[in-house]
């Protein structure tokens, strides 16, 4: 069991930045995980927004999100982060945190509460 607690969202304006946390809290070591970021809009479908393997040798990014958003991590900490420039109001969502079952970062097996980030024009 996997327990997983966003943080860090919250209202601004376009063009700014924020950065979200996730702390986990695990049977095993947070470092076994393949975790990963999500977002979901008002009306829309949740919808995939970066992955991060084991020990951060490996990222991954949505198009709508690539060279804006950083995913990382502190495997000391056991915390997920996603450092989010260049905010436009199209990434208004919630966002949430998930740990990915295996290295093919497909199935999700925990997701977080999530966190609302509101960007305004």
């Known amino acids: 069991q996997v327990q997983l607690v966003e943080s860090g969202g919250g209202l601004l304006q376009a063009g700014g930045s924020l950065r979200l946390s996730c702390a986990a809290s695990?049977?095993?070591?947070?470092?076994?995980?393949?975790m990963g970021w999500f977002r979901q809009a008002p009306g829309k479908e949740r919808e995939f927004v970066a992955a991060?393997?084991?020990?951060?040798?490996?990222?991954r990014y949505a198009d709508s999100v690539k060279g804006r958003f950083t995913i990382s991590r502190e495997n000391a900490k056991n915390t997920l982060y996603l450092q989010m420039n260049g905010l436009k109001t199209e990434d208004t969502a919630v966002y949430y945190c998930?740990?990915?079952?295996?290295?093919?970062?497909?199935?999700?097996?925990?997701w977080g509460q999530g966190t609302q980030v509101t960007v305004s024009s």
């Open positions: 998930a740990v990915f079952r295996n290295y093919f970062w497909h199935t999700v097996d925990y």
């Open positions: 991060i393997s084991q020990s951060a040798d490996n990222t």
């Open positions: 695990a049977g095993r070591a947070f470092s076994s995980y393949h």
